[in-house]
């Protein structure tokens, strides 16, 4: 009885504890091919059975976990968890132990080795070729096209403005034609343009007579050489009769004096408010005509030096007319850019259009046409602005840190305005890799450089592709030896384990630099992790 009872107890007991089994379909595979691990889990129905996550198969990288299979049978149930496993190197690998937990306790499986080959190439009937030489890719055609047709627009504006204000045979305006005639002509035409006006019309006495005697104080003070605008009534008629008495003014007593009326009684028009009647000044001015032209008539022939001061006035009108016009075209043109200026501030903002004019090295940076590419192996893709050159020399930090490949590419310096460096590495298999020596390396690759004072923030980083890793940021100092000065500066350092490598990208740039920042936030939405076979 007692036997019977003991092996109940033990059959029951069995029946109650998880057992986990693990297999692998092979163990010898070709670089690239793929291996299927599996877990089989036998547990009660109510037990919580955790599979592993993420990449703990290392060495070997997981391609893909498989949905779990759900067996039942009675208050049991069977689990089965598949992964597909590869590797990109040839040599012997360990697989380590992978844990499974089971209502929170762990259950380990054994290690397995893992055989990956050579894919043996048979030269005989597979030729052989040459590696090609490097190939010039031509540039996309990018934005560009855009500032060139906006400069263009803005340059035929300009140009018509020009055209129009300074190149363009306007048509003369009347004023212009009158201003350009000889003294006396130009004298007979403003009469004439007078009677077309609307003073009398509007009982504007005092500026009709005014006009009236101005028009003929002007001829006298160009023709007749007398300072006649400045003149009093009385001192104007001494100095005509003083010409006369000379002899240089051959005119009669009675046009003076006809002169002298009109005279006086514009000055009671004027300045005592006289109200002429119709008939007085129908005759005056029709004297004002008639002493412009007895004048004209008794002044002698003009002499070539009169002549050639009235073409020098001519001239002198012309170019200040072609002075006036260039003024009003660079008046124009810098309304027109002003305009401009401001459309485009209250769009983009003053600093972005201060840069673009002036120029700034990191906007034309994040400007470029951007470059797309994957780097090392196992590859990182990236787009940047410029494409990163590889750098064969290892940093005296990653020397004996158990590596067995390290691959730099590299754009820029660390005195330049923008710096980038994507590291690609893998450790060797006796190695433990531990990520927080690596990101420790890394940070020592810059002082090395030459960055003193750096401030270090950690954080975690996710890209769009959903990949997952740490983020180390912060700001540093360096030196400039052309300068002899400090300046600040800031950097980003992106660590990811993916596909059975360690991938590292470091930028440093400006401090407070709006378009770095950009071209760094631009930079980590593009990283990803491409599989190849």
Known sequence: ??????????????????????????????????????????????????????????????????????LINQDRFNLIKKYALTQFDSGTYTLPRQQVMINNKPYFTDSLKI???????????????????????????????????GGLVIAAIVGGLLYWFVF???????????????????????????????????????????????????YLEEDVHISALESTTDELITKMEMLRDAGSLKIDNDT????????????????AKNTPENS???????????????????????????????????????????????????????????????????????????????GHPTKSLLEEQWVGSSYGFPAIYLETPKVLKRNNKIPKSIEGAGTNSYQVFEYGGLQSNFYIQATISTYKKEADFDAKKAIDAALAKVEEAGAKN?????????????????KVFGTLEIDSPESKKTREAAYVILSFVQNGGFQQLIMVYPKDDLYAEQIVEKITNSIDFKTES
């Not at 004023?175 to 004439?192: C, N, Q, W």
């Not at 004002?288 to 007895?294: C, F, R, S």
């Open 256 to 271: 003076i004096s006809q002169f002298k009326n009109v005279l006086q009684t514009a000055d009671l028009v004027k300045f």
């Open 1 to 70: 009885m007692l036997l019977v009872f003991y092996c109940l107890s033990c059959i029951a007991f069995a029946q109650s504890t998880p057992q986990v089994k693990s297999s692998v379909d092979s163990t010898s595979i070709k670089i690239g091919e793929q291996i299927h691990f599996t877990f089989e889990v036998e547990a009660d129905t109510t037990s919580q059975v955790i599979f592993p996550e993420g990449q703990t198969f290392m060495p070997l990288e997981v391609v893909e976990a498989l949905p779990t299979d759900t």
């Open 115 to 149: 055989e990956v080959n050579t894919v043996v190439v048979d030269t005989t009937k597979q030729k052989m070729y040459d590696i090609k030489g490097l190939a010039q890719v031509e540039k996309p055609f990018g934005d560009w096209w855009k500032w060139v047709l």
């Open 454 to 470: 750096m401030v270090v923030k950690q954080d975690e980083v996710v890209t769009p592709t959903g990949k997952k890793g740490n």
């Open 168 to 218: 363009r045979k306007k048509p003369l305006t009347q004023e212009e034609k009158i201003a350009l005639l000889p003294p006396y002509d130009r004298a007979i035409a403003e009469l004439k343009k007078l009677d077309e006006s609307k003073y009398l019309i509007q009982s504007e006495y005092k500026e009709y007579y005014s006009e009236l005697t101005n028009i003929v104080r002007s």
């Open 280 to 358: 007085a000044i129908d005759r005056d001015r029709k004297s004002i005509e008639q002493i412009v032209v007895k004048t004209k008539e008794a002044l002698p022939e003009p002499t070539e030096e009169e002549l050639m001061e009235q073409e020098e006035y001519v001239a002198n009108f012309k170019r200040k007319k072609k002075q006036q016009q260039i003024k009003y075209a660079i008046a124009a043109g810098i309304g027109v850019l002003i305009i401009v200026a401001g459309i485009f501030t209250y769009k983009y903002g003053f600093s972005n259009v201060k840069d673009s004019v002036f």
